[in-house]
């Protein structure tokens, strides 16, 4: 099977989305995503990459509750679906391995 | 709590746009955040936070047009017709090639015509308020119409004092002359005397000065930008500096303007103020030039006021000069002086007599858009020619495409934006070809037309327009007809519908019909030209140098000295200074003949001694003016045989006849010479009576006859002697016979036009053969090989393969010719004198095309007599 590889933003997408848990929807992780990055970023750009992982079967989705302050609309919950999981778990862990062959002096 | 709500309407357009699966999420989303904006940046911010955002989720994934489900299939379907579409253009090179090609060709003749036409239409109509302006201009009475262009100085200001309605006037009166600063000097033909509320006619920046004021007071002059650049060298702080004018008069600087426009119908380069005429050094100009009502030197130009009806204003000064000059004048020249007024717009493409410089014609512009029609039209027939006849190979396709389940109306979709495809690739070729041959045309032409101009967006749209017409119109026959086939009859093989070739023929034929009338036009247009540049003049225009002198007594006064030191040049034969030259319009003086018991305008020109020498004219009675005879400067006459004849006499009786010049009985002379007729202007127009007199203050261009030989030295050695005689003059002459050709510039322009497009024409239509031909002898070599197998030599069967053709070529040459014929009829009616016999040029045209045609037919049948039919017929 051809592999799964993560551009940068999309991994950010999957730490905020496992991060996040139960409350985790495009509010939520735009919100928490500006606050962490302090980048200037369009909540269109998070549903894009939310979408695109959706698609790659890395998240799933689900709609929930109904709030008042979104005018009645639900609520589309996003969760990391097993093989999300494991791709994040090998991204860091490739990270992590590359990251202590290097010798700081 | 409305105010806290997001604004609807931008709800709605997500909700439109976005796949019902996502437009939730993200409405629900945006809401959330536009609360959090307004909290932190307020209302205002977080509307249009919220709006700029809704735009960037316009995006691919969530369109509910671009969605790759069951609802896009349409999407998906003109997606796959597009693909089909570029294959199939790839599969066939060669037909496609000749259809874009052929189309390519078309919309190039189109496109230039259409912007050709576009800017002759576009003339005068960059002045502000330009449909208040109107040209004052003259006509007969009678006739009910304006038929001359120029008009008297005292007119504007009687008219504009006496009827109500005209907010402002501007008179031009051309007079070229001598501008020098230091010791540069030019000669500026486009330089005019106007009058100060000229600016409020027509409409000027002005770089420096100011409009009202600029040419208030007497000698003063405001320049053009590029006047200001070529004198100064620059176009700043050059106010209130003076320029010399005719070595004798200073004029000073009030204003710099922007260039007049090119599609102006005239064009000024220098404006002096009217004020300054009375001082002028012509003594005509400031004398009856300015005050008489029937002297007409000036241009006028009206500006209405707003609320004016101008059709009843101009019937309202129609009779003028009634009230308004001499009624001894009026009873003499009235009814040819009506006052009429035309539209500025309207000069450019409707002129008089008397114009300033050539200007458009209407007629040319009507054919070109005939044309241009047609020419798009064969291309466009071309393309419906050649996928027809293709249709055959595709059937199977369609057979196909029918049985999974393709409605006909599918199928017309598919043809029909293969078509349109098509035409845009052409479209492309063909702008970017103009865009390339653009600099050539105009240089040719002598034109200034662009492309891509503000102007010339409409245009550019209108022609975008038609090339999807044309693309619809030529893709929608063979889109009927192969969306028409069934599709048991293609898989049976039952697929020789012979149907449409009866409609390709008539193509063909229309399109050959077209090309041997544009061709047998065009070879009538040259041959008329070269008919009237090669038929005698009866006036001798060959090396002769013609220099101006306009008007500058200067000059004119020491002309006798001048005429014996060149006449001791071996170079020069004869030299002679008079009113006109050769292709000059004649202006009109009153005189009474013996037995006229009223007074009458008859054409005269003002010459000198040694005139008709000069010119090469021949005596039939009398004798010439002679310089030793001093009453021959006393109202002596030299008329031409036409008018001997209107007067009734023949030549010997019409010596010695009374001639009074001015009708007025002061020092009334006679009539001393009958001269040969000759053509003094075009071949356009007949001949007319002449009168020739020795008239001093009529004075103007010094006309020089070279002996044979070489000429170059010949003005080489003028120039010295004008240099040491006239320091303070430049040295600027033209040839007579170029100026006199000048008159059948129009025509020679309008001819090479005509070739342009009949050669267009022409390829397209071998275009169109070549594509069918190979088509059709590919549907035919299985017959082919069965007659090679059977023993036909190449020659039975070239007979076999092209006589379809000829047969069709035939018809072409039947239809064309009495076309033709009537193009030649109609277009030579403008002239006076036409070439004797036009037939065998109309006979012989067409045989120009037959030629191309029988070439593409034969190498083409050629080729496919050629093949082995053992490849052919191995699989039957």
Redesign the interface.
């Known amino acids: 099977m051809k592999r799964t590889t993560l551009g940068e933003f999309e991994e950010l997408m999957l730490l905020l989305v496992a991060y996040l848990g139960d409350e985790a929807?495009?509010?939520s992780v735009?919100?928490e995503l500006v606050k962490e990055t302090g980048r200037a970023l369009?909540?269109?750009?998070v549903?894009?990459a939310l979408?695109?992982l959706d698609e790659k079967g890395l998240v799933s989705s689900k709609?929930g509750g109904i709030?008042a302050?979104?005018?009645g609309?639900?609520?589309?919950y996003y969760s990391l679906t097993t093989a999300g999981k494991t791709i994040l778990s090998e991204t860091f862990e490739l990270r992590k391995r590359l990251y202590q062959r290097i010798s700081f002096s | 709590m409305k105010k806290n709500q997001p604004p609807k309407w931008i709800i709605r357009l997500i909700e439109w746009y976005c796949h019902p699966d996502y437009a939730k999420e993200i409405v629900g989303d945006l809401q959330e955040l536009f609360f959090k904006w307004k909290s932190e940046k307020g209302p205002f911010r977080a509307t249009l936070l919220y709006a700029f955002n809704a735009l960037l989720f316009a995006r691919r994934y969530n369109n509910r047009f671009l969605q790759n489900s069951a609802r896009s299939n349409r999407v998906m379907m003109i997606r796959n017709y597009f693909f089909v579409s570029v294959r199939v253009l790839m599969k066939n090179k060669v037909t496609s090639a000749i259809n874009i090609l052929g189309l390519s060709l078309g919309l190039l003749g189109f496109t230039y015509i259409a912007i050709f036409i576009a800017r002759e239409q576009s003339f005068d109509q960059h002045h502000q308020d330009h449909e208040d302006v109107y040209r004052l201009v003259l006509g007969p009475l009678d006739q009910n119409v304006g038929t001359y262009a120029i008009t008297g100085a005292a007119m504007a200001p009687s008219v504009h004092r006496e009827y109500p309605g005209i907010r402002s006037f501007a008179r031009f009166r051309r007079f070229p002359s001598l501008v020098s600063i230091g010791d540069q000097m030019f000669y500026e033909n486009e330089f005019y005397f106007t009058d100060s509320s000229v600016f409020d006619v027509f409409t000027h920046k002005f770089l420096e000065g100011n409009a009202k004021e600029a040419l208030k007071e007497p000698n003063s002059l405001v320049i053009t930008e590029s006047s200001a650049l070529k004198i100064f060298g620059s176009s700043k702080n050059i106010l209130g500096k003076t320029l010399t004018i005719d070595n004798q008069l200073n004029y000073v600087v009030t204003g710099v303007i922007d260039d007049v426009e090119n599609n102006s119908h005239f064009k000024y380069d220098y404006l002096a103020s009217i004020a300054s005429i009375p001082t002028h050094h012509n003594e005509p100009l400031r004398t009856y030039q300015m005050t008489s009502w029937y002297a007409h030197y000036f241009y006028t130009f009206f500006r209405l006021e707003k609320n004016v009806d101008p059709v009843q204003l101009d019937q309202q000064i129609r009779d003028a000069a009634k009230y308004h000059s001499d009624p001894d004048d009026y009873e003499l020249y009235g009814t040819n002086m009506g006052l009429f007024l035309q539209p500025l717009a309207e000069i450019h493409l409707d002129p008089l007599r008397g114009e300033i410089k050539p200007q458009g014609n209407k007629d040319t512009l009507s054919i070109l858009g005939v044309i241009a029609i047609v020419i798009l039209a064969l291309g466009t027939f071309n393309y419906t020619n050649l996928t027809t006849a293709q249709s055959i190979k595709r059937s199977k396709e369609v057979g196909l495409r029918k049985t999974l389940g393709a409605a006909k109306a599918q199928l017309i979709h598919q043809f029909i934006i293969e078509s349109v495809l098509i035409t845009l690739v052409s479209l492309g070729i063909a702008i970017s070809i103009v865009q390339l041959t653009l600099p050539y045309f105009n240089t040719h032409f002598n034109s200034q037309l662009a492309i891509w101009t503000i102007e010339t967006l409409p245009i550019l749209a209108f022609v975008f327009v038609c090339s999807l017409a044309a693309g619809l119109v030529g893709g929608m026959y063979p889109a009927f007809i192969i969306s028409s086939y069934k599709p048991t009859a293609i898989f049976r093989g039952i697929q020789k519908s012979r149907k449409g070739i009866s409609f390709r023929k008539l193509i063909v034929l229309a399109q050959f019909a077209i090309s041997m009338i544009l061709i047998s036009s065009t070879i009538i247009i040259y041959q008329q030209v070269a008919f009237m540049k090669n038929t005698e003049l009866g006036i001798d225009t060959e090396q002769i140098m013609v220099i101006p002198t306009n008007g500058n007594s200067s000059i004119i006064s020491k002309f006798e000295l001048l005429k014996d030191r060149l006449e001791q040049l071996p170079e020069v034969s004869n030299a002679t200074i008079a009113e006109l030259t050769p292709g000059d319009s004649f202006g009109g003086i009153i005189a009474r003949f013996e037995g006229m018991d009223k007074n009458r305008s008859f054409p005269t020109t003002g010459v000198s001694f040694d005139y008709m020498k000069t010119f090469g004219l021949k005596l039939l009675a009398g004798r010439d003016f002679d310089v030793t005879i001093t009453s021959d400067s006393i109202e002596r006459a030299i008329i031409n045989e036409t008018l001997a004849n209107q007067l009734g006499w023949s030549p010997d009786e019409a010596i010695g006849k009374k001639y009074d010049f001015g009708g007025d009985n002061v020092t009334p002379g006679r009539v001393i010479g009958v001269m040969e007729d000759y053509h003094f202007n075009s071949l356009k127009s007949p001949i007319f009576p002449i009168v020739l007199t020795i008239r001093p203050a009529f004075f103007d261009k010094i006309s020089i006859r070279l002996a044979g030989g070489n000429v170059v030295d010949g003005v080489e050695k003028v120039k010295e002697i004008w240099k040491s005689q006239y320091p303070n003059w430049p040295f600027e002459y033209y040839f007579a016979d170029d100026h006199f050709y000048k008159e059948y510039e129009a025509e020679q322009k309008f001819g090479g036009l005509i070739f342009s497009f009949s050669l267009m024409a022409l390829v397209i239509g071998s275009f169109g053969l070549l594509g069918i031909v190979l088509i059709d002898t590919r549907h035919r070599l299985k017959e082919i090989c069965i007659r090679k197998t059977l023993g036909a030599g190449i020659s039975s069967i070239l007979k076999v393969l092209s006589a379809e053709y000829l047969k069709i070529i035939a018809a072409g040459i039947v239809i064309s010719i009495p076309l033709s014929a009537l193009f030649a009829r109609n277009w030579l009616q403008e002239f006076a004198y036409q070439m004797k016999s036009y037939t065998w040029i109309i006979l012989s045209a067409p045989f120009i095309v037959v030629l191309v045609a029988l070439v593409t037919v034969i190498v083409l049948s050629i080729n496919a007599s050629k093949v082995n039919p053992v490849e052919i017929l191995r699989d039957e």
């Open positions: 929807y495009g509010v735009y919100k369009n909540i269109s750009a549903h894009v979408n695109r709609y709030s302050e979104r005018g609309r639900r609520k589309k």
